[in-house]
């Protein structure tokens, strides 16, 4: 790779014919820009990685745009560009190009960081390949970083909830699953966490989602959260969680791979059921059935 | 190229090997967003267009991530993105993914764009391979972009000056002049102008440069406007203006070409010279020698 001052040159060597190239854009707006977890640059590679993981590809490299108001303090740039490239550096990811702009004071509060990633897929993953009997497996806990944004956006003491962010990369999890095999569709969890993800799953296959509630691992931080401000922890956001559908043989193997990797509360949240196409149904703890509904009304700003 | 929620994929094709990908990423945040020649939108696409025309590529997709602050103008948002696709239609550019983000009012004025071009090279060109005895050639006035936008900034009628953005795709304008051939380096001008990428091409190649006053194309405007508010014409942001280092032999033949294709100002504006090694010198239209520097001191923000 060629890094050159206003972009990059990745040589097409005969070894890529035949494989995909995925490229990924997505910027960060995330207010408070450091919280229990991380901080915005982290959230800015993990998101990147996160997005060519779900597809199936490998990172290979990231260019970054970045826009900070001036004033901006130096060394809280210097700490999120470390954040930054510390994740890179640790996925083996060149960071190959990039750009810096300053708004006035006045007409940007803080930072916004853009960025792009680009990998390499050997066969692509999509959203869009439900199959039904497919079990629906994740990787962990859902809402952690939601919960801990917004509980520090209303001005509590987010240390002593110990409310934290899940941000990191799903790369190695998605590794493992793809080793595995029978990955039908992958999606990781952001914004309107695992309800909006579901529903995504539900209404572009147009098939039914069945979900137990008791096998959706949430944490007591964020349960407690949850019902102290009446909101639902399924349409929290989650910056290091994948929703699969797998094949309902391997699902179990999944899971167990992944709790060796360390993700010990990962789990066989549902199915996918035929009647009611676009439906994500809850069988709730107490016994009944609900229909979990893509999240909707107020948008959380600057949740990521 | 399939497009997808997240990112999108483009299959490797075996007709790829051997050519280079080039990746490039930007952010405009211009302001005021309107302008006479332009808009933001407008801006983006052809600024990613050119980052990869100047390397010897061609563009092939665009990823966008927006963001704009809450309760921006819908009609405005629907003129930029009007003016942005409008671009990459004519340059057959597809549009393959991106990401809108709105940030509370106060957090953000006006709107920002980042973009990421994707271009094929079969060869790529630099900014590093300058030659002494080569020309330098330009295919329009210089300026134009940075004078408008000042202006504007500055509350003046710009209507009645006359002034304009030449922000335009420089895609044909490359093609040619790759055509020709004898291409060694290029650039696009934008923030600093010409006296920025003069200063570049010296720098990085360890060479002197020599440039003739009368031969750079400055229009009457920009020229009255510079001596008015006592900036350097040369330091002014172009958007639709390359600077090429060519083999002596073929310079007039591009420009000749330029021309034709209806750049009537285009023009050999210097040379690669031995001797003071980094250094831009200007013979002046007085007849004097100058030494071209480097724009710094104040910084013009949202000029691009």
Redesign the interface.
């Known amino acids: 790779m060629?890094e050159?001052?206003?972009?990059?040159?990745?040589?097409?060597?005969?070894e890529?014919?035949?494989?995909?190239?995925?490229?990924?854009?997505?910027?960060y707006?995330v207010?408070p820009i450091f919280f229990p977890g991380g901080d915005i640059g982290k959230l800015a590679a993990c998101g990147t990685m996160n997005?060519?993981a779900?597809?199936g590809a490998t990172p290979i490299?990231v260019?970054?745009?970045?826009?900070v108001e001036?004033g901006f303090p130096f060394e809280d740039l210097e700490r999120v560009l470390e954040s930054f490239k510390r994740v890179l550096e640790e996925e083996n990811v060149a960071l190959?190009?990039?750009?810096f702009?300053?708004?006035?004071s006045?007409?940007?509060?803080?930072m916004?960081i853009?960025t792009?990633?680009?990998g390499i897929?050997e066969s692509?993953i999509?959203?869009r390949d439900l199959r039904v009997g497919d079990k629906l497996v994740i990787n962990g806990t859902v809402g952690d970083h939601g919960a801990a944004i917004m509980a520090l956006q209303a001005g509590l003491d987010v240390e002593s909830t110990g409310l934290a962010s899940d941000v990191h990369p799903l790369t190695r999890a998605m590794e493992e699953a793809l080793e595995i095999g029978g990955v039908h569709a992958a999606k990781?969890l952001t914004r309107g966490g695992l309800a909006s993800a579901l529903n995504?799953f539900a209404s572009k296959n147009n098939v039914a989602l069945y979900v137990h509630e008791d096998a959706i691992p949430i944490r007591e931080e964020v349960l407690a959260y949850s019902e102290m401000l009446g909101v639902d922890p399924l349409a929290l956001a989650c910056e290091g969680r994948a929703l699969l559908a797998v094949e309902a043989g391997v699902a179990e193997e999944i899971v167990e791979a992944w709790r060796r990797m360390g993700y010990g509360d990962a789990a066989v949240i549902g199915e996918v059921v035929e009647g009611r196409p676009g439906y994500v149904l809850m069988e709730t703890s107490a016994g009944g059935i609900r229909v979990v509904t893509r999240p909707s009304g107020e948008?959380v700003?600057?949740i990521c």
Chains 1, 2 share one sequence.
């Open positions: 060629d050159l001052d206003d972009g990059a040159t990745i040589p097409i060597v005969e890529l014919s035949g494989k995909h190239l995925v490229v990924t854009s997505d910027s707006t207010y997005d060519l779900v597809m490299a260019l970054d745009a970045i826009v001036e190959i190009g990039g750009d702009k300053v708004m006035p006045g007409k940007l509060d803080g916004v853009s792009t990633g680009i897929a692509v999509t959203d990781d995504d948008i700003p600057r």
